[in-house]
């Protein structure tokens, strides 16, 4: 089993920073790719941004430029990196970890229990 235990979040004003962190735990034999997704009030769940094994990034057309993916291979931390925060950015952040177990042959995925950013105008 793998736990992740995101933090981080909080309550900003437009144009400030925040960053988000994932630790994973558990029996992990390798992590794949690494993501964030985000939650606004009464909408979907949507991707942010993603992060390979290899350290290659891609983002969603409205955080590009603004935020960025890091990862901490030997932490097993995936980080989110949030500057200019607007009020659209406003959710729930969530974490998503491809993970390889140990005794598995295939990766599973497993989601974060999301943390609550607020960006006040």
């Known amino acids: 089993q793998v736990q992740l235990v995101e933090s981080g979040g909080g309550l900003v004003q437009a144009g400030g920073s925040l960053r988000l962190s994932c630790a994973a735990s558990g029996s992990i034999f390798s992590i794949n790719e690494m993501s964030w997704y985000r939650q606004g009030p009464g909408k979907q769940r949507d991707f942010v941004a993603v992060i390979t094994s290899g350290g290659s990034t891609n983002y969603a057309d409205s955080v590009k430029g603004r935020f960025t993916i890091s990862r901490d291979n030997a932490q097993k931390t995936v980080y989110l990196q949030m500057n200019s925060l607007k009020p659209e950015d406003t959710g729930v952040y969530f974490c998503?970890?491809?993970?390889?177990?140990?005794?598995?042959?295939?990766?599973?995925?497993?989601w974060g229990q999301g943390t609550q950013v607020t960006v006040s105008s």
């Open positions: 998503n970890v491809n993970v390889r177990e140990r005794g598995r042959l295939s990766g599973n995925v497993y």
